[in-house]
């Protein structure tokens, strides 16, 4: 039987039991527990395969909320959440005494956002307690842009999906700390660099990465989510700013190809999909995991990534097919 439904009673049911429920945001589908029970928490980290340290993301209905989590809010953190929210930001603040270690962990900064969907607003606003939600996919694979991408994951380990349909946005919240007060992204995502920038003025982007391999540490101490390599398909998957160079090195190969707009004619291509033939990044990014899902199983030997305009939501698409790259 399918684990999907769209029963909000079910999920509230299910969540007040302590159990976890997969939840549709505009970004991506969560793997959701109150974030006050350690039961719930401990049964998302081991459904995903995820590592305790990768602290989760609280999210809740309102932005009068934030408050209750967090100890303090600096005045462009406030400026973010009234120009953001709900929507794809998730703010990294201090966080207040409540907050179990859990779920930030051991951090005493917490990840907070209000997602854009109307379902799980809803459901936030009857339940009595926020929920804890990290991308519903195991460890390091494509994240989950429907309920059938949830399913696929996890029919034989959690009760439930939320349906709330296919996700608007398509990839991950962008995330955004703050330090002396200076807001700063940690993770580029769904809402674009420049329209931050309109807010907040001129931000540093903290490649977790660079830093990762500069210091030759296993993990960054402010955003240990930010592994490299991260959003991956199965398949082998390249990121070219040169299609024809690089589908000479895989003549005798199968190649999936995924271009923004352009149609190549080439015979070692088997199949190709572009984002959006009118070049609408944003178009773009609400399929990029999607098409990703759907190439990694048909078993290619390759799958190509064409290298998107290096600005708005691009940026973020890019950063996303690299973190795909990395084996
Ligand atoms: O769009 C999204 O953000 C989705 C939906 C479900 O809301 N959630 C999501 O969660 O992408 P997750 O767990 O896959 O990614 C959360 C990221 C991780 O990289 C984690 O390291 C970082 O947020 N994070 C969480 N708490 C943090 C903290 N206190 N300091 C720094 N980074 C933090
Ligand atoms: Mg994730």
Redesign the pocket.
Known sequence: MSIISKDISKAIQLLTAEDIVA?P?E????LAGNIYSEKAIKAIFETKKRPFF????V?IPSIDKLSNIVEYIPKKAQLLAEAFWPG?I?L?LK?KAIIPDLI??G?D???V?V?NHPTTIELLKQLNFPLA????NPFSSI?PTTAAHVETYFKNTIKMVLDGGACTSGI??T?I?FENDNPII??L??TALEDIEAIVGKIEIKNMATERSQNNKEISP?????LERHYAPKTTTILTDNIPNTLDKYKEKRVGLITFQSQIENNAIEVQIALSKSGDLAESASKLYDVLHQLDKMHLDVIIAEKFPDHGLGKSINDRLTRATKN
Do not use: F, Q, W
């Open positions: 939840i945001t970004t991506v589908y969560g990768n602290p989760l993301i999210h794809p998730t990294v966080k930030t962990g951090k900064t917490v990840a956002r997602p939600a990290p991308s519903a994240s991950e919240s995330i700390g940690y993770r995502g769904s402010d955003a240990p989510g930010m």
